[in-house]
């Protein structure tokens, strides 16, 4: 099984169960920003613990599921790590916890084509995006932030993105990412 018949396979059991979900990380980053290649795909789930794990259980033998679910250290909820036979690929599943902005990105989702699978998932929007990458201030985060104010340039809510940054500390970051976008991007 491909990567890109892994990621199909959990998005269709996944909107089979008519789960509330969003696509994160490197594959919504490619619908905003210049796509990249990653080794893994991230899912995030609004519904109950029990019911994730249901419905991963209900994934082909190619998948294999760590045992037992993990405490993600930054948002503090529960990940199921998802392993795919014969490739390095990951796939993981978090669990929507309490944050507002959390929420607020399942409030604002947008249906986008996933350029690696060639369909169509719910995924932050490019505001949301870029404010849990400020969030995140790893080094290829704040890149893609970046990349993504200057692909979408004038159809980024600024307001938007600014009041988030400054309930989350980052508006430092937000103007540092800014001020790196080269001029007439």
Known sequence: ???????????EEV?????????????AYGAWG????TKDADFVLAVPGLEVDAILRRLPAEFSIDPQARMELFTGT???????????????TFLLGNDPHHHEMFRRKRRERIAMI???????????????????????????AQNILAVQ????????VEMWC????????????RAGIPPGL
Do not use: C, N
Not at 15 to 27: D, W
Not at 34 to 37: E, T
Not at 122 to 127: G, K, L, Q, S, V
């Open 34 to 37: 210049i796509p990249r290649s």
């Open 1 to 11: 099984m491909t990567p890109e018949q892994a990621i199909i396979a959990v998005l």
């Open 78 to 92: 529960l990940r199921w790590v998802l392993h795919i036979e014969g490739t390095p690929f990951e796939i993981e």
């Open 118 to 144: 060639d369909r169509e998932a719910w995924i932050p929007t490019a505001e949301d995006l870029v404010i849990q990458k400020l969030r995140w201030a790893r080094r290829k985060d704040l890149d893609d």
């Open 166 to 177: 400054a309930r989350h500390g980052t508006l430092e970051r937000l103007a540092e990412v």
């Open 153 to 160: 340039g004038d159809e980024i809510d600024y307001a938007h």
């Open 15 to 27: 909107e089979a169960a008519r789960a509330e979900y969003l696509i994160v990380g490197a594959l």
